[in-house]
Nanobody
Framework: EVQLVESGGGLVQAGGSLRLSCVVSGFTFDDYAMGWFRQAPGKEREGVSCASIGENITYYADSVKGRFTVSGDSAKNILYLHMSSLKPEDTAVYYC??????????WGQGTQVTVSS
């Protein structure tokens, strides 16, 4: 059974850092494209980063480029999102997802990130 479980969210002041974790089971994330997404209240979900860890390919949305970094621990099957220089506009629920088919088809439950000004 495919499962993704995010953690690491919380309340942080602007300029601070957080590291989100996504523990995956039921598959090896090295073999698939993985993504981090976020959804702020009243806004549509947006892609933050996507990565093919096995191929060392990463992509970042312009809004987070230079501040966020995605990495993975293949031995533990954990995907990370390292977030630094956080801004109030980064406040959202963050989700990880895996693209096993033509689209991202398995999602975690999300973790809340709140950045205070």
């Amino acid at each position: 059974e495919v499962q993704l479980v995010e953690s690491g969210g919380g309340l942080v002041q602007a300029g601070g850092s957080l590291r989100l974790s996504c523990v995956v089971s039921g598959f090896t994330f090295d073999d698939y494209a993985m993504g981090w997404f976020r959804q702020a209240p009243g806004k549509e979900r947006e892609g933050v980063s996507c990565a093919s860890i096995g191929e060392n390919i990463t992509y970042y949305a312009d809004s987070v480029k230079g501040r966020f970094t995605v990495s993975g621990d293949s031995a533990k099957n954990i995907l990370y999102l390292h977030m630094s220089s956080l801004k109030p506009e980064d406040t959202a629920v963050y989700y990880c997802a895996v693209k096993k088919g033509p689209r991202y088809d398995y999602w975690g439950q999300g973790t809340q990130v709140t950045v205070s000004s």
